[in-house]
């Protein structure tokens, strides 16, 4: 831990989340002297992290994966089953976290607790406030605090829509995934659903014989759906499986804002992670995102350090956050998002059960970043041309019609 008022930092990195620990690993790896200010690096993560494993597996971050299941499982109703053969991970967060911690010491990362309050951007060198008065200077300042960020500059409104979800780890006398199997998402509808429903659904892992994740979710959504409604459809999900829970020994409420603006690229203030909007707006993931990415950005800062300074930095940073080909890709997530938001739960399982009829990989591309803008396009205009009339005219309806196919087409640039 360091005090404040000793050597000036080239990168002060605000936070310690996933997406704070990953740039200021790299950014000190790069050469770079580097000073994260968060209230306190050790305090445990409270959230479950999962990953398409192929997109980790290559990563030193691997090491703290502690679970991978061959072949997730989708249910949009009865009779529909769709493997994905993409193997799927869970991370031990603690170890995950410590993993982490222990990767930006051994690169020379220097911690200082506190809690950012202002930050003031001079010639070329900044100053970051603290709330205890403190003041840390330095060359390049990234905000890697989280998804409300106050000190990020968004171009536009931010029209957000919201993940929310309720998750138990819990202890079990059976359950009823075989061996090796998960569910990435069971749509299913339970006895009693009123017509027009919001769609929700269930995400399953067997940890063992005898314990279990389950959580349900509603993927997107504007308003939010409640916590409390997720919490007594998972109930309801779990009595009508007969899955009795025996002790629970975590519990997970999740609230992630999806496909607001983007940030401004001509702020001197760098973001990375949730802060920097980084999170998929289809899936909800960032994870790999910022696992990959990190060490690009902060060349980036390197090399506009070394020549043009601070403002040079920014710039190559939020170029290579936010590069021309991933704001086209991110406007048509977005309005694929904003179709999401506008159908019920039928609809959105026929919108599910024609998407994953597609090829793997343009259905597995879309979901992770894996996919050109046109890749996008292609994949958004297939489920359109596929699915079966009633569901077609809905999407017209909810903007897919001739506007909306020129947009996507316009976006992608095809
Ligand atoms: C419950 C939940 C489950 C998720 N599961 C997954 C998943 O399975 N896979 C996936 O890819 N993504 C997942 N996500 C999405 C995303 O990866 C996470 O939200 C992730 O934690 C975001 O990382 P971050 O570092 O950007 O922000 P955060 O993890 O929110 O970290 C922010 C950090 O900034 C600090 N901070 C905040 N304000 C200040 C300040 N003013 N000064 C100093 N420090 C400050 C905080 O203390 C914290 O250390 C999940 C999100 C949630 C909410």
């Not at 769709?82 to 869970?90: K, P, T, V």
């Not at 976290?97 to 951007?121: E, P």
């Amino acid at each position: 831990m360091s005090g404040a008022g000793t050597t000036q930092a080239d990168v002060v990195v605000v936070g310690s989340g996933p997406a704070g620990l990953a740039i200021a690993r790299a950014t000190a790896a790069a050469g770079l002297r580097t000073r994260v200010v968060t209230p306190c690096p050790e305090a445990r993560w409270q959230r479950s992290f999962g990953a398409w494993l192929d997109e980790i597996d290559a990563l030193p971050e691997a090491r703290a994966v502690a679970q991978t299941w061959a072949g997730p499982v989708v249910h949009t109703d009865p009779l529909s089953r769709h493997e994905i053969f993409r193997r799927y991970a869970r991370f031990d967060v603690e170890a995950l976290q410590s993993l982490m911690l222990r990767r930006a010491r051994l690169v020379g990362v220097d911690f200082h607790h506190g809690m950012v309050a202002q930050i003031i951007h001079q010639d070329d060198r900044s100053a970051v406030q603290l709330r205890s008065g403190q003041v840390l200077q330095a060359r390049v300042v990234v905000d890697a605090s989280g998804g409300r960020s106050p000190f990020v500059r968004f171009s536009g409104r931010q029209s957000v829509a919201w993940q929310t979800a309720y998750g138990l780890r819990a202890r079990v006398r059976w359950h009823p995934w075989p061996r090796g199997e998960m569910v990435f998402m069971d749509f299913r509808s339970l006895p009693g659903d009123l017509a027009g429903r919001r769609p929700t659904f269930l995400y399953a892992m067997p940890l063992s014989a005898t314990e279990v994740f389950v959580e349900e979710t509603s993927l997107v959504a504007r308003p939010a759906l409640p916590i409390r409604e997720l919490r007594s459809r998972l109930q309801a999900r779990l009595d009508h499986m007969g899955l009795h829970l025996l002790e629970v020994l975590e519990e997970e409420r999740c609230t992630i804002a999806m496909g607001g603006s983007l940030p401004d690229e001509e702020q001197r203030l760098v973001a990375f992670g949730s802060a920097a909007n980084m999170v998929h707006p289809a899936s909800g993931y960032m994870l790999s995102r910022v696992l990959q990415t990190a060490p690009a950005v902060a060349d980036a800062i390197k090399t506009g350090l070394s020549q043009g300074g601070a403002k040079l930095a920014a710039r190559a940073a939020w170029r290579e956050i936010w590069s021309r080909p991933a704001r086209r890709k991110y406007d048509l997530y977005r309005f694929g998002m904003e179709t999401l938001c506008s159908l019920d739960a039928d609809r959105t399982r026929a919108l599910f059960d024609t998407f994953f009829r597609l090829p793997d990989d343009a259905w597995q591309g879309f979901l992770s970043d894996g996919l050109s803008p046109d890749g996008v396009a292609k994949t958004m205009l297939s489920v359109f041309s596929e699915a079966a009339p009633a569901l077609r005219w809905r999407l017209l309806e909810a903007g897919l019609g001739r506007s909306g196919i020129t947009a996507i087409r316009s976006a992608a640039g095809i």
